[in-house]
């Protein structure tokens, strides 16, 4: 059973730095493009980045230079790196999996994603 579980959220002031962490479990890591989604109050969700099964990463315009995707040595967890933290990053965050080859430009998309974690909450205050 393939199942993901976010981690690490919380309270953050801006400019800080945050690490979330997806837990993968029933599938090899290998084999799926893992995707970083989000949703803030009052607003759609959107992509926040996404790595492919080979490894190779998108992000959103909103978040390059400032969010980096890597995956764990043990290839069962993938992390956001969240740095230069702002206000307007505030959001439930979710990590998704997807099998099989995905271009780089449907990493960001949620409709190419079938499994999603329960999310975890980030906040960006003073």
């Known amino acids: 059973q393939v199942q993901l579980v976010e981690s690490g959220g919380g309270l953050v002031q801006p400019g800080g730095t945050l690490t979330l962490s997806c837990a993968v479990s029933?599938?090899?890591?290998?084999?799926?493009?893992i995707g970083w989604f989000r949703r803030a109050p009052g607003k759609e969700r959107e992509g926040v980045g996404g790595?492919?099964?080979?490894?190779?990463?998108t992000y959103a315009d909103s978040v390059k230079g400032r969010f980096t995707i890597s995956r764990g040595n043990d290839k069962s967890i993938v992390y956001l790196q969240m740095n230069s933290l702002k206000p307007e990053d505030t959001a439930v965050y979710y990590c998704?999996?997807?099998?099989?080859?995905?271009?780089?430009?449907?990493?960001?998309?949620?409709?190419?994603?079938?499994?999603w974690g329960q999310g975890t909450q980030v906040t960006v205050s003073s």
């Open positions: 029933g599938f090899t890591l290998s084999y799926y493009a």
């Open positions: 998704a999996a997807t099998l099989g080859p995905i271009s780089s430009s449907n990493l960001l998309l949620p409709r190419a994603y079938h499994t």
């Open positions: 790595m492919s099964g080979g490894g190779s990463t």
